[in-house]
């Protein structure tokens, strides 16, 4: 399975970002995808989660209520909606995908990773 993430960029704090994760590949064997990130200096960070049916969605604490995750089944791409972006937000973001949802919030189910998009929230 391959992942490609776009949508990053610089923006001011309150704006908004929407980062997309397109997914190629063997797609059939994963059942979720999710974003992570990781700031410089600190350790990498869950942000959601969601299976492939939508039925199972988790954020991280830090991003409730102001990001939301969803995807597009029919383009195989993922979503995440940025909304009220603080500069504590700037980070690399990185999607991902595994085979069960629960596992992935802690990163253990994660079988696969894109490659970074840079997320800079200025003040």
Not at 93 to 105: E, F, L, N
Request: glycine letters at 14%.
């Amino acid at each position: 399975v391959q992942l490609q993430a776009f949508g990053g960029g610089l923006v001011q704090a309150g704006g908004s970002l929407r980062l997309s994760c397109a997914a190629s590949g063997s797609i059939f064997s994963i059942n979720a995808m999710g974003w992570f990130r990781q700031a410089p200096g600190k350790e990498r960070e869950f942000v959601a989660v969601i299976s492939w049916a939508g039925t199972f969605i988790y954020y991280g604490d830090s991003v409730k209520g102001r990001f939301t995750i969803s995807r597009d089944n029919a383009k195989n791409t993922m979503y995440l909606q940025m909304n009220s972006l603080k500069p504590e937000d700037t980070a690399v973001y990185h999607c991902a995908a595994g085979t069960s949802a629960r596992t992935m919030v802690t990163g253990t189910g994660v079988q696969y990773w894109g490659q970074g998009t840079l997320v800079t929230v200025s003040s």
